[in-house]
């Protein structure tokens, strides 16, 4: 059974920083397409970064040269790095890995 934890959101000012992490159980975050998605009030599901099983990534163009995936071997963890936050990035972030498997969600509020 595949389960996904996110962890690290919260309030942050406008500049500010914060790490997202998405504990992973049932699969090897290495070896798997590992991705965060957001969702802000009122708007569809986007994808932010995706990081393909051999370390290719990708990014919305929104957050390109700002945040940055990752993943953990040894804690089966995947990471999302927010460098230089801005209001517009407020949603809730979700972990995703394959396609399939969802986490439950973390919000992330920028705001002074």
């Known amino acids: 059974q595949v389960q996904l934890v996110e962890s690290g959101g919260g309030l942050v000012q406008p500049g500010g920083s914060l790490r997202l992490s998405c504990a992973a159980s049932?699969?090897?975050?290495?070896?798997?397409?590992m991705a965060w998605y957001r969702q802000a009030q009122g708007k569809q599901r986007e994808l932010v970064a995706r990081?393909?099983?051999?370390?290719?990534?990708n990014y919305a163009a929104s957050v390109k040269g700002r945040f940055t995936i990752s993943t953990d071997n040894v804690k089966n963890t995947a990471y999302l790095q927010m460098n230089s936050l801005k209001p517009e990035d407020t949603a809730i972030y979700y972990c995703?890995?394959?396609?399939?498997?969802w986490g439950q969600g973390t919000q992330v509020t920028v705001s002074s």
């Open positions: 995703n890995s394959v396609d399939q498997y």
């Open positions: 049932g699969i090897v975050v290495s070896h798997t397409t």
């Open positions: 990081r393909g099983p051999y370390g290719a990534t």
